[in-house]
């Protein structure tokens, strides 16, 4: 080997393990938060409340078919086998939105309790990154088998998450700003619409610029890993003092 083979490899190793680093994060965004599948999940039934909301006016029927339409797809879930904590968090969602329609006789109020978690959500990304335990920490921490690791041990990567969680806070913020007025001033079919465009979008710009983060923090600490090592090293010591 030459000495100008070595930098050629040294660079190639880096850019392995660059492209490694990116693969797990994005294997770890698309399975925490779902995915197409779980986008769809998250979009189809507010979709078909508005839709039939807006041909025929009919609270009772929009909301028994946004319901039927989550319960539907927790059933598909079931049927494959597949995890459903996407499909039985949109249930509880829609669940909670009919209620509200259904007491106050208002067909806004299927969109009130969404929107009252995206605030609430939102606020709760900024305060817990003001603590100094971003919430997307909390929540990518155990995807990537590093717990709480990143707090104390990784500091590199609790800046990332930091960076990660204001900007999902941020951007949800924003989009409370923009329903919200809506639930004063538009009307029902109006704000359904806007909410289901601003459903996707806010979404995919939050879970990129979480994966442009952490793509360039340093590698999680695999603490299931560190964990097995050791048990295997006492294991190993109490035979060799036997």
Known sequence: MTSLDKPTEATEDAAKREHDARAVTEAALFEAFGGLRGMVETVLPGLLFVTIYTINKDLHLSAIAA???????????????????HAFSGVFGVAFGVVFAMMTGNAKDFYLP???YTLGLGLAYIITTLCGVPLIGLILGPVFKENLSWRTRNPGR?????????????????????????????????????????????????VWLTWVFLAKAPAPIDVFAEMEAEEKAREAAGRSAE
């Not at 319901?67 to 879930?77: D, E, F, P």
Request: with cysteine.
């Open 158 to 206: 609790k800046k990332a998450y930091a960076k990660a969680s204001y900007a999902w806070g941020l951007i949800l913020l924003a989009k409370c700003a923009i329903l919200f007025p809506l639930y004063w001033w538009a009307d029902t079919t109006q704000l359904g619409w806007v909410l289901v465009a601003l459903k996707i979008p806010p979404f995919l710009l939050a």
């Open 114 to 116: 969404g929107m009252l």
């Open 67 to 85: 319901l039927a339409v989550s319960l539907l797809l927790v059933v598909v879930r079931l049927a494959m086998k597949d995890t459903v904590k």
